[in-house]
C-alpha cells in the first residue's frame, strides 16, 4: 500500500494511513472470503469506501500496489457485484471509481438477481423433470421451494433495506 493516503487523496482527510492499511487489509480478508471475492477485490472495495472522491485507474494502482489488469478485474467484479460504479470526473480524462452510496443496496440487488437465475434453472429443470419419481423429483420440487422461498425473501429483504434508508 503506497503512503498516498497521509495526504487525505486516497483514503480521507486526517485519517491515519497506518489505521486506513490495516482496515483496508481487513477488508481484504473478511469481505474478500465472506463474499467469495479474491482478497484484491475486498481490499479495492475498503480504499474506495475511504476515499471521499472518485479514484482513476493510476490512483488505485498506486494505493493497492497492484497491476493495471489486477485493478481493472476488481474494478469489474465490484461494478458487477453492485457496490462500486465508474463515474465521469470532471477535468480528468480518465474515468474514475466511486464505492455506491446504495452500494449494500446494490450487493443485495445482485444476490436477488443471482438468486432468480437459479429459481429459473429450478423452474425449468422441474418443469422436464416432470416425469421424474422417487429422489429425483423430490431433488428437484427441494430446489424449486428452496429457491422461490430466498427469491420472495430477498425481494422483501430488499424492500424492506430501502424503506430503512427512506428514513
Not at 475486498?42 to 476515499?51: F, N
Not at 432468480?116 to 429450478?122: D, G, N, R, V
Request: with cysteine.
Amino acid at each position: 500500500m503506497s503512503p498516498a493516503a497521509d495526504d487525505g487523496s486516497a483514503m480521507g482527510a486526517g485519517s491515519s494511513a497506518m489505521g486506513d492499511e490495516l482496515l483496508i487489509e481487513d477488508f481484504g480478508q473478511r469481505i474478500g472470503r465472506a463474499m467469495g471475492w479474491p482478497p484484491m477485490a475486498g481490499r479495492l472495495g475498503g480504499v474506495l469506501m475511504l476515499s471521499p472522491d472518485p479514484m482513476t485507474m493510476p490512483e488505485l494502482q498506486e494505493a493497492l500496489g497492484a497491476s493495471k489488469g489486477s485493478v481493472s478485474e476488481m474494478t469489474r467484479l465490484l461494478i458487477t457485484n453492485g457496490t462500486v460504479e465508474r463515474v465521469k470526473v470532471p477535468g480528468v480524462r480518465q474515468a474514475g471509481y466511486v464505492w455506491r452510496d446504495d452500494a449494500w443496496s446494490g450487493c443485495l440487488q445482485h444476490q436477488l438477481d443471482q438468486t432468480q437465475q437459479l429459481f429459473e434453472l429450478a423452474r425449468t429443470a422441474r418443469e422436464r423433470g416432470a416425469d421424474m419419481t422417487g429422489t429425483q423429483r423430490a431433488r428437484l420440487d427441494d430446489m424449486y421451494g428452496y429457491y422461490d422461498f430466498m427469491v420472495r425473501e430477498l425481494r422483501r429483504l430488499l424492500d424492506e433495506y430501502r424503506r430503512l434508508l427512506a428514513g
